[in-house]
Every structure is written in structure tokens, then in C-alpha cells.
């Protein structure tokens, strides 16, 4: 059985089953035919109502309603637009991005951590086991490449993306977009300027043109030539219009410009203010639910507002795009097994390991505080709030339903079979110090949960007026009924604390730091790590620690990965995907109940440097057990807006290790002087005392110009320095030149 209870399995019908017209569609396309004739074909034999039933969800909005109250999001595939006369399987939704969200499925690290790892071929993996887990689950779409670039690390949602670089964010979104390929389609979000969390039903973000493209759309283009077939709008507005209804956005710039021939989809519930204005726009499909489509489209066509060519233009683009997956995914149906079998249990330990990374790691009597000698520790200290708490992110849209959650505290007890593993929640911290100082060693894990950040949506949201008006009128008593006890809901969760959305605060808990000065003071053995997606204020309080990692939401796995790496039995290779500022005040504004803000170019490491701020770790950092030296770079080809370095690096040290070898690049000349900016990236490899030559393929697109006149961009001419190195700013990065 592949099919989850319940769904059903359109275009693989069995031996009783007569193929449908959809079905007989696919071997056609399979064979060669073109999809978008072929799906006009299929569409030219629907009725008008069938035709309009294919811009929407399949389920009713109240009884949905009814089905989140009772149930939550996500806890079936979300069908939109299917028609059962001639076979159309439809949208069958399934969210992300650390995993499947149906179910219990395997629960991989979020996508921060992932972006960590700078490892494409590693988030290609997970990608394929995510598509053959949402395949065994009854879905046929993933809505869970997540690429908005997180301007503020105060972003809720910062846990679903990969990075706040272009580059970093666009390489890994693509990677994962080709493994989900094979099984499912891959839908990108949120389109676009989108990470702000609480002011997201609300803010309008102004963005000039060149930013805009230089830097907060890049990573969209990337993810959709890797053969994404969907793109979720935002729900925010974009210089002025509602994401929904940016014709600018959703045609000009993805169809018109970048040729996407897939469709678009709205974010849940709220994201379309106006059906007839978002079909104009090119917005193709209402999700989840039957909701303003099938309200209200009906009278905007009558009225003029849109038109029966628009209806087909986007009914067309769904078929076609259905067309194209089934004839194109892989042939063998995976069986439910699948889901959180070994096989990616283990790829999420592997994740975690890969993510994790080492920020300090200091000497105690004359050795490095990791990794912990196994042999020499007789006791080790677990303290903290999150030390054996089950934290595998946000409980929002991307929340995965794991079997099982190996904690910091089950990790290392696994690990250490000898060792008397001692724990305290470190509720008081002198008792939790008491407890260090008589170990041999202290572990103290610290940082966030669900309840500090995440996505937000407050339970008065469902009862805001401007939001109500979207509702369809309820039609009988059940209905209102339903409608009854979400107002109901609303009025008993007055006064309550709010869970999630965006952080007020990027210091740790002051509790935490207490717990964390307590025991350090207590035990010079004390290993700090702290559970994050965005970056962490820690200037007050790192350099009294002998040893800091960076955990994140570390998945299913991340204590025994974490057990893995400090325990020396596997290498730290993670490097930090984003800088870390010393102070909030040197970070862009952020306003979390702005209703108006501008996007502009002057965030992250690109802020710090022009500011003349130096980061407490660059963007790139990350320690390991062992050292590389990078000898020499130099350009062997440029191919359009690429470039191909030789890159020679030598592992220095005496174990075995992971080389992360960054290259930046930094014009000489002209208005960005001086500038670095990430352009590529690679890994290798190296057993202790090996050398070896990389090929790292760079692109140029950072240094290009957006011409708005044009609508294209320019490279300018002029010599750049190009850095291969181990971080932003690396002293002893190798260095050649190049001219352009």
C-alpha cells in the first residue's frame, strides 16, 4: 500500500480501474506529446463550473475550519482542484520544510541548520527522501522550499530558510527542489520579500527595483530553473500591492522575465483579499479551501472584473503542470515503509552532524576542551532547560510529527555508556552548578523553543474584521456552528501568553545566561550549546565559556549528533550560514508591528562591513578538530556569468576533516568598492595530512547591476580580487585576481 487511508491515487489506476482521460493524457505526454496542447485537450471537455472548481481547494471552507479546530493543520494532503469525471488528481498539499507534516514522518534538522552544512549533494538526499515520504503519504506537492531571505535574524520563521546570502540560499533551495523532483512537485515560498512574522497580514515592504533584484529575488530564479513546479505568493503586500495581486511580481517579473511555466498558489486562508484581482494578477490557485473563488468568483466574472480567459489560462497551467509530473516522476510507488524507516533516520543524523557548528573551543590544561575523552571522563553534567526536552522547531505549518525525538540528554547518555551522565534542569542554577562541580565535565544546552519563535498566527487573527470578510457566509446550522466556536475560541484565548512569531529579543533567556556563568564558574570543562535558528546576541557572554556550539533544531537525531561530534567520534564541519553581530544596534530596524518598511541592501555581513562593525563570528565561521591551510586559487575558465576556480587545500592537521571552502569576491573599482560578496562554495574530504586541487564553480551574479530600464542586468567591466577562504574576511585566504 502506498497511498495514505483515505487518498486517492489518481493516474495509477489498477487492472479493474479503466485509465481515465487524465491517465490516457499522461502516457501521451510520457511519449512525447506537449503538455500544454495536451492539457487543453482535457480542459476543453470540462464544464464552466468544472473549470472554476479548478482555481480552488476541493474541501469547503467551514467544514475545514471545522477540521483545524479539531484537528490542526496538515493533518491530511490538502486537495485542490482535482476532478474526479475525468481523472485529475489535483493539488494534493503536503507543507514543510523539515520534513513531511502528515503523519509521523522522519523529522530532518530545519533549514537554517541545513544551510549550515554548505553541503548541495546532502540537501539533494534529503530532498529525495522527503519526496518518496510525501509520495507514501497520499501527496503530490511539497510546499516547503522556503527561500525568503531573512533580512533581521528576528524573523520567526528564520528556521525555514538557508541563509541570509543569495548564493548559499538559491544553491541549497535548488538541491532540494531536484531530489523532491523525482517524486512529488516542488513549490517555493513565499513570493516574495516576505520574513516578517507577525506584521505578515499587514506590512507593506517597499523595495526599489535593484534591490529587489539584486538581492531578495535571485534565489527564487535559481530554485525555479531547477525544475520547481509551483510558487506560493506571500501574504504581505509589495510596494503597495497585496502579494496575492502583484501582477508586477507574479507575471512581469515570473512569467514574462524568467519564463515559469508553472503555477502559483496563495498562502492559506488569508493571503487572497480579492478574487477577481489576484486571476488578474496571475495567481492560479486558492489554498487550501473552497473559499473567495468559489465565493465570489462567479459574480466578478458576470461583473467584468476578470475574465473566462483568465479562468482558462490558469486551469490550463494547472493541468499542464500535473501533466508533466506524472509523466516525468519516477515509475516505482513507494511503500509506506518508507516513512521514518532507518535508512532517513539515519540521513537525519547525518544532517545533524553536518549542521552543527563549533564557534570556540579553548584550551584547559593545555588541550582543547573537545573533543571530551571518553576514557578520562568519569561523570559529565547535562544542565539546562532544553537538555532533555524534544525541540525540533516551530509548531507552525512546517511542524513534522517524528515517531521518536533523540534529546541532547538521551544522545550522550547513549554515547557514554561508561560515564555517570548526570542531569538538572537548571531551573536553579546553583544547584546546576553544584551538580558541574563535581564532574568531570559539564554539557549546558540553552536557547529557544516553539514558544520564542516560529510562525505566528495569533487566535484572534481568525476574528479580525478585514480577515472575517474573506469568510464565505455559512449556509446552514452547521456551518454556524462551527463559526459559533472559532468566535468561542477566540474570546477564551484573550490574555493569553502569544507562542511564537517574531523575537523581541536576540540575547539568550536571562535565566539561561545566569545558568550559563553559574556552571562555567563551577566547572572549567563546560561546553555551551545553544538551540537556535537566527543568529544569537552572545558578545556579553562567550569568551566565558572554553567551548560554544551552535545546535539549532537539530531534528529526530540531533542528540546523537550532537553526541557524535563532541564526543570526537565524528568531525564538526558546520559553518555559520549567516554572520553574528555583536549588537542588536549594528542590525537593520526592525519594527515587528510596522505596517510599512523598506528593503534595502544594507543587512547582515554586508551591513557590518560598510559600517565598520566587526562581527563576534563572521559569516562562514566554523571550527573543527582539525586545520586546513588553502594554498592558492585561480580562475581556469569563466563561462557567461561564471567563473571555475583551482583551488588548492591541505589538511594541516593529524584526524581526518571536512574543508569548507568559501570563495568571495571584491571589486576594486567603481561605486561597490571594496565590497565582498559570497559567490560560491565548496567541500572536500581530507584524511589528516592530505592535499588536494578542488574545482569550485563561482557566480558572478552578485557583482551584477540591475538595469530597471532595461529590465536585465549588467556586469560592469573592472579587475576583482577573488578570496578563497575558510570565512568572510579570512587573513590567510588564498587570493588571485580577475578582470571583467
Known sequence: MSQAAGQSDFATTSAATPPSPFDDAVVRVRAGAAGDTVARELYGRLTGAERLALLHGDIPFWPGRAAIM?????????PMGSNARLGIPGIRFI?????????HATAFPVSMARGASWDVALEEEIGRAIGLELRASGGNLFGGVCINLPRHPAWGRTQETYSDQTILIGEMGAALVRGVGGNAMACVKHFALNSMENARFDVDVRCAPEAMHE????????????GASAVMCAYNRVNGDWASASRPLLTEVL???WGFDGFVLSDFIWAIRDAAASLEAGLDLEAPFAQLRADRLPAALAAGDTTWERVEQSGLRLIATQLRHYASRDAAEPDLSVIAGPEHVALARRAARQSMVLLRNEAVDGAPVLPLERAKLVSL??????ADLPNLGDHGSSNVHAPAVVTPLEGLRAALPEAAVLHDDGTDPAGAAALAAGATAAVVVVGYTAAEEGEWVNGRVYARDDLMALYPEPRDDAERAVLATMLERVRAAEGRPEIGGDRRDLRLPAGDVALIRAVAAANPRTVVVVVT???????????????LVIGWYAGMQGGHALADLITGRQNFCGRLPYAIAASADDLPGFDIDAREITYDRWYGQRKLARDGRTATYPLGFGLSYTRFAIDRASVTMRDGDALTLA???ANTGDRAGRANIQIYATRTDGDRAGERELIGFGLVDLAAGDAAEVAITASLQPLTRWDEAERTFRLPAGEVLIEAGRHWGDPAAATTTTRL
Open 95 to 103: 507543507d514543510g520544510p523539515r520534513g513531511v507534516v502528515v503523519g
Open 381 to 386: 553534567a547535562v544542565v539546562g532547560r532544553l
Open 215 to 226: 538581492d531578495y529575488l535571485p534565489h527564487f530564479r535559481r530554485a525555479l530553473a531547477a
Open 255 to 257: 512569467r514574462d522575465e
Open 647 to 649: 583551488v588548492a587545500v
Open 70 to 78: 479539531q484537528h490542526g493543520y496538515n493533518h491530511i494532503p490538502y
Open 533 to 547: 535558528a537566527g543568529a544569537v546576541i552572545l558578545s556579553d557572554w562567550h569568551e566565558e565559556v572554553p567551548a
